[in-house]
């Protein structure tokens, strides 16, 4: 009867402990102002050392102790919010982007912070306005602004007699769709030039089919009506790379090189940059490795190759990171380059992530010379991914030049959802290479296609001839990773006048009609290597099939027109025929598809936003 009473009271006792536990424990979800859950927000029990992060989905769970303390929510780019804890174990928060912070710009050694205030919001804000504590457009000083871009001329239309092949290197870079959001939500138009519509198309992925057989990627393609000229026909071809489970993916030798100069003291550069390798430090496996080089006045070593499950520690040398300083990039590169080359793992993923806003000005810093640089050293097998951060100063020409040559891509990190898409759902396809100088090349039909316009890709081209020239370098290609490409084209005999030669004397004249492919509009050819090899491989499918109507076209093509049409209206393009914004927003609605991360409908606020954004820049002229 007594061990029965003792047994008792023990489980009375236990039941009372871990309710007096639970009682303590705070439990929520972080989203922000759309409904997205906020990963890596700071969770705090204010004037405590108590502090937890949420998780991938926005959750988290911190114990408060026994009081009515303040849990304290922050995150960079975000409004602080702060919530009374009461007797409420359950407190889910959403999060405002504040615009103030964004703007706030670095105290350097120029300037004390009451001299810099006036003029902070200016200085952080992108080229033609500003805005002001009235929510009104207002104009300033463009000198301001140094964000850099390379122009881009658009591809016109090319006769097929005298053009049969149209070749280009892939591209799956998508910093230029993020960065125009940037512009966007802060109420700016983005200049021209910062608008590269293969880049917003490939933000997105769409439903190809898994590859099987020999080749890393499958090839997909499309052809229907082209929804701002019916005359015209949309051709849509897609590669999708082979999935790999983050499991089986080989061990990863990492160098982070941090841009640690003044110009990163901005809320939106170093401290959400911290944040953002938070999340992919979360994603290592006790097999990666990890190396810190950091770049100010000069370069700095300031963590030694790291296993992935020491987390705590690296992350105390990223947490621990200052800015200040002028911008050596180039010595910082020749570091990061050597201390990868240190520690490389052979059949491993040796890679270089470089996160600055890319203003360079100290050692190597033109384009040519970064060019030269990175190109210098891909051979090793050292690949590169570039992250661009800020506003007011981004080099995005130097930044994308680096990515290119250094057999790597480029992203833009605007929020923390982005450093998640980017560095966590998309882990894969950023950090590992299943196919390198991938290149694409297009014979035309003379029979079926009279002309053709690549959209896009105009950084991208390649002669003819470097197709089959395994020494030129092209894009490279992610596990899991989309690659699409869109072409205009002018079918054979309408009457539209197209561009032309004079009729060649020594060439000999042939009827298309009279050849024996008559059924087939192009042939699409695919050359890649493998990431260790030197030797490429060819893949090719022919195009048959035409589907008449847009609105019968599969979700994958009707949504890339709509981005389409999006880039050309925002580039002012000369090719941009009837498109309209309220056009674009019914055919990006009508091909949401599995929307699951809320992607596409995100597109479609964008577009909805730029067209009151657009009056209003109107109304200034």
Not at 329 to 342: E, F, K, M, P, Q
Not at 412 to 421: S, V
Not at 490 to 507: C, M
Request: proline share 4%.
């Amino acid at each position: 009867m007594k061990n029965s009473l003792k047994i008792f009271a023990i489980l009375v006792l236990g039941a009372i402990m871990i309710a007096f536990v639970e009682s303590g424990t705070i439990t929520g979800k972080v989203t922000d102002s759309s409904g997205k859950p906020l990963a890596g927000v700071s969770v705090s029990i204010k004037s405590t050392n108590i502090k937890t992060r949420t998780d991938s989905n926005g959750y988290y769970k911190i114990n408060s102790g026994q009081g009515d303390g303040i849990l304290v929510f922050s995150c960079p780019g975000y409004a602080t919010v702060e919530e009374k804890i009461g007797k409420r174990s359950l407190i889910n928060t959403v999060m405002k982007e504040d615009f103030q912070v964004l703007g706030e710009m670095l105290v350097t050694s120029h300037g004390s912070k009451k001299e810099m205030a006036s003029r902070s919001v200016f200085m952080a804000l992108p080229s033609g306005t500003h805005y002001g504590s009235d929510h009104s457009f207002q104009r300033y000083n463009n000198n301001f602004n140094t964000e850099g871009y390379a122009s881009v001329n658009e591809n016109g239309f090319k006769n097929v007699k005298n053009n049969p092949l149209s070749t280009f290197s892939i591209d799956v870079d998508n910093a230029s769709y993020s960065n125009i959001r940037r512009f966007i939500n802060m109420g700016v138009k983005p200049p021209p030039d910062a608008v590269r519509i293969e880049e917003m198309i490939n933000y997105f992925r769409y439903d190809y089919p898994e590859p099987k057989g020999e080749h890393p990627f499958s090839v997909y393609t499309e052809l229907s009506a082209c929804p701002w000229d019916t005359r015209h026909q949309l051709l849509l071809i897609g590669l999708r790379g082979k999935s790999i489970d983050k499991s089986s993916l080989p061990p990863s030798n990492l160098v982070f090189l941090i841009d640690v100069s003044g110009s990163m003291n901005v809320a939106n550069k170093l401290p959400l940059l911290k944040s953002a390798f938070g999340l992919l430090v979360n994603e290592l496996r006790p097999n990666d490795r990890v190396a810190i080089v950091v770049y100010a006045g000069a370069a700095g070593l300031v963590l030694e190759s790291t296993p992935g499950n020491k987390k705590d520690l690296i992350m105390n040398a990223i947490n621990n990171l200052e800015a200040g300083g002028s911008t050596a990039g180039g010595a910082g590169l020749r570091l990061a380059y050597s201390v990868a080359s240190d520690n490389f793992v052979k059949g491993g993923n040796n890679r270089i992530i470089l996160a600055t806003d890319g203003d360079f000005n100290v050692g190597e810093s033109s384009n040519g010379g970064m060019e030269r640089l990175v190109e210098e050293n891909r051979h090793r097998g050292v690949f590169i991914t570039v992250l661009g951060f800020g506003m007011g100063n981004v080099k995005d020409d130097k930044m994308e030049i680096i990515a290119d040559k250094g057999n790597g891509n480029y992203a833009y990190i605007d929020n923390l959802q982005e450093a998640r898409r980017v560095l966590v759902r998309e882990f894969g396809g950023t950090l590992f290479t299943i196919a390198k100088d991938v290149k694409f090349q297009i014979e035309f039909n003379p029979a079926r296609v009279q002309s053709y316009r690549l959209v896009g890709y105009e950084n991208r081209l390649l002669n003819d001839e470097d197709f089959n020239d395994d020494m030129k370098d092209a894009g490279e290609m992610g596990a899991g990773h989309n690659v699409t490409a869109l072409y205009e084209l002018v079918p054979a005999g309408s009457d539209e006048r197209i561009p032309s030669v004079d009729p060649l004397k020594y060439q000999t004249t042939r009827n298309p009609e009279k050849n024996n492919f008559s059924d087939e509009y192009l042939t699409v050819k695919v050359r890649y290597k493998k990431p260790d090899g030197f030797t490429s491989m060819l893949l090719e499918k022919p195009v048959k099939g035409y589907v008449n109507n847009i609105k019968d076209a599969s979700d994958n093509l009707r949504f890339a027109a709509a981005v389409s049409e999006f880039g050309m209206i925002l580039r002012n393009s000369e090719f941009k025929g009837n498109s309209t914004l309220e056009e674009a927003v019914r055919l990006a609605k009508s091909a949401r598809g599995n929307d699951e991360e809320g992607y596409r409908a995100e597109f479609v606020r964008l577009v909805d936003t730029a067209k009151e954004l657009l009056v209003l820049v109107a109304r200034e002229f």
